[in-house]
Nanobody
Framework: VQLQASGGGLVQAGGSLRLSCAAS????????MGWCRQAPGKEREFVAV????????SYTDSVKGRYTISRDNAKNTVCLQMNSLKPEDTAVYYC????????WGQGTLVTVSS
């Protein structure tokens, strides 16, 4: 399974970024997809997930109302739209394919300046 994340970068507080993740190697539409992040010196934390049909999504409290996860099963991609970014959102963001075994992408760095 390969997960290729992109879209990270440097943005000012209040700005927006859109992360994308291209998946291959398993039946994409069968698995829950999500995003996690790891800030410098902190544990990796859950950010958002979308059910296989994208009919159900869930977010960690700190990003609710600001982030939106979406997926396109025809293109095997999952995206994370991040608005109203804050300096505390600075982290490496990882795409995750959940299942009996979870797979992680290589991560993309998001830096939010104050």
């Amino acid at each position: 399974v390969q997960l290729q994340a992109s879209g990270g970068g440097l943005v000012q507080a209040g700005g927006s970024l859109r992360l994308s993740c291209a998946a291959s190697g398993r039946t994409f539409s069968s698995y829950v997809m999500g995003w996690c992040r790891q800030a410098p010196g902190k544990e990796r934390e859950f950010v958002a997930v979308a059910s296989p049909s994208a009919g159900s999504t869930s977010y960690t409290d700190s990003v609710k109302g600001r982030y939106t996860i979406s997926r396109d099963n025809a293109k095997n991609t999952v995206c994370l739209q991040m608005n109203s970014l804050k300096p505390e959102d600075t982290a490496v963001y990882y795409c995750v394919s959940y299942g009996p075994r979870a797979y992680w992408g290589q991560g993309t760095l998001v830096t939010v300046s104050s």
